[in-house]
Nanobody
């Protein structure tokens, strides 16, 4: 069994910062990469940022210059540092792990999400 759990969400004022964490646990042979998505109220889920095991990163245009994704794959963790937050960043943030539970298998698994609310 593999689980993915996000944490670090909460209420923050416009212009503030938050750091989200995502941890994969269970039977894991290796991690290929981890991706952050978000789903604003009443909207569809959208890509935010991704990082591969090799450290290659990719960002949505809305995240460039404000968000930073980084990892500690030795601990099966990925983080999303979010700065200069604005109300449009309000959303449930989800983490998806692309990993190998065993050497010859692949799995994509989602976390349950963590709510980020940007409001004064």
């Amino acid at each position: 069994q593999v689980q993915v759990v996000e944490s670090g969400g909460g209420l923050v004022q416009p212009g503030g910062s938050l750091r989200l964490s995502c941890t994969a646990s269970g039977t894991i042979f290796s991690i290929n990469g981890m991706i952050w998505y978000r789903q604003p109220p009443g909207k569809e889920r959208e890509f935010v940022a991704a990082i591969t095991y090799g450290g290659v990163t990719n960002y949505a245009d809305s995240a460039k210059g404000r968000f930073t994704i980084y990892s500690d794959f030795a601990k099966n963790k990925v983080f999303l540092q979010m700065n200069s937050l604005n109300p449009e960043d309000t959303a449930v943030y989800y983490c998806k792990a692309n990993l190998k539970p065993r050497k010859w298998s692949n799995l994509e698994i989602w976390g349950q999400g963590t709510l980020v609310t940007v409001s004064s």
